[in-house]
């Protein structure tokens, strides 16, 4: 699905280059020190599902992921740990009076992880999160700057950008993370390659 919502905001991005300059880079979520974040008074982590931790629109962790998750489960407590993704949890309708009130499980297949799902009816940049998973407690995780790092930046949380992808998005897709990097490099001097 091809996802352009962050359209809106390109004029506030060239007013605050900040809204697209990760708190943090990394080139896998395996590097993460989930207690190094802890000390820096982290207290949550909100992740992104595709291409952060499953291969897009799948349901188990990805192999590569499964030890960093439960590190960061063991720093911060099994509670600690959503997932804001726009391919679980986007709803259609805007059923419930407030974005993100209601929270499924998301029960991760072989390993049985389980992480509570936001439910929201905005794609992300747009929407917001919960108040209590608002500010610098709360850590966003993923792969998209345009979508990812702008939707926790939004909300005041701190963000890491992991560069690793599990598998190619398709041709559109590449080109478009492409101009991604190039963008937050010429904004913010940032090398995200």
């Not at 896998?28 to 020190?33: C, E, F, I, S, T």
């Not at 929201?120 to 790092?149: A, Q």
Request: hydrophobic residues 40%.
């Amino acid at each position: 699905m091809l996802n352009l919502s962050f359209i809106p905001y390109l004029v506030p991005i060239l007013r605050d280059r900040t809204l697209i300059r990760p708190s943090a880079v990394t080139a896998k979520l395996q590097d993460v020190d989930w207690k190094e974040w802890h000390k820096k008074g982290v207290r949550q982590v909100v992740f992104d599902k595709d291409n952060t931790l499953t291969i897009p629109h799948g349901a188990a962790l990805h192999g590569s992921v499964v030890a960093s998750v439960r590190q960061a489960e063991k720093v911060f407590g099994g509670d600690a740990l959503y997932v804001y993704s726009n391919t679980v949890g986007a709803r259609s309708g805007g059923s419930l009076l407030n974005d993100g009130e209601c929270m499924n499980e998301w029960q991760c297949e072989e390993t049985g992880q389980t992480f509570m799902v936001i439910m929201h009816s905005d794609l992300k940049p747009s929407g917001l999160l919960p108040t209590s998973l608002r500010g610098p407690t709360t850590i966003f995780v993923g792969d998209r700057i345009l979508t990812d790092v702008l939707f926790g930046r939004r909300n005041e949380c701190h963000t890491l950008f992991v560069k690793r992808i599990f598998v190619s998005d398709g041709r559109f897709m590449g080109v478009l993370r492409c101009i991604e990097k190039a963008m937050v490099r010429m904004l913010t001097g940032l090398d995200v390659r």
